[in-house]
């Protein structure tokens, strides 16, 4: 079981920051601190909407092997009051990922307080009551830091949009950006079922493998898509 939270750590908090400097080492285009940023955050935004409907269903669906992960009893209706706060997350952070506004920064918002809050839930029971449980401990490797990375990346997005030059405006960058969305968005859903999926059969790094492929895969046929109906024209390479 600890081995299934160090797998969901990594897809949901590692994985699309690869994903997304693999993308920046790619695309030509994102030669812009803004650009760069803005990719990162398009990915962290579509991997924490997987991670929030995936969280859902297993409050839903596997409530009891969610308790007995945690080390907390089963049968508690809690469950699907903590699976609709979850849906709640990964559908904000699903609208968000293509989204330049303030909906990111109440996403982001929310978001903290239910992680920082599980957290100390967590912490609690762990020093009153010594609970190990792989749900009561390692989980806290994402509750903490998702929040802390989203929180960095709008503080660095709303610097750079604010700085001379800034491009949020332009329509290049508004067809790139959505292209962008595009990829993160579709990655981070295939990644989401295909975890799901695996961990469903018992083979959850199988599932991450299938998922992570055929989500990249149908995201590059997006963004190559959106791309070409935008008829993007990056801005000039640096020298």
Known sequence: MSALFVIRAFSYLVLPLLLAGAVLVIDKRANTRERRLETLAVFMFGFGAASGIAGALGHFFASDAVA???????????????????????????????????????????????????FVVHMIDLIGHGNLAPGNTLINVTNLGRPAVLIFLLW??????????????????????????????TAGAGVGIGLGTGTAIGRPLV????????????????RRRTLAQAAVVGPPAAD
């Open 68 to 118: 007995e992960a945690i080390g907390w009893p089963t049968g508690s209706p809690f469950q699907l009051e903590m699976g609709f706060a979850n849906l709640a997350m990964g559908v904000l952070a699903a609208i968000a990922v293509s989204r330049r506004d303030g909906l990111r920064e109440a996403t982001v918002i929310g978001g903290a307080i239910l992680s920082v809050g599980a």
């Open 156 to 185: 660095a997005l709303r610097r750079a949009e604010a700085s001379p030059g800034s491009e949020q405006e332009e329509e290049r960058f508004a067809g790139w950006q959505q292209a962008q969305a595009s990829l993160g968005g």
């Open 207 to 222: 599932g991450l493998l299938l998922g992570l492929v055929g989500g990249v895969a149908l995201g590059l046929v997006m």
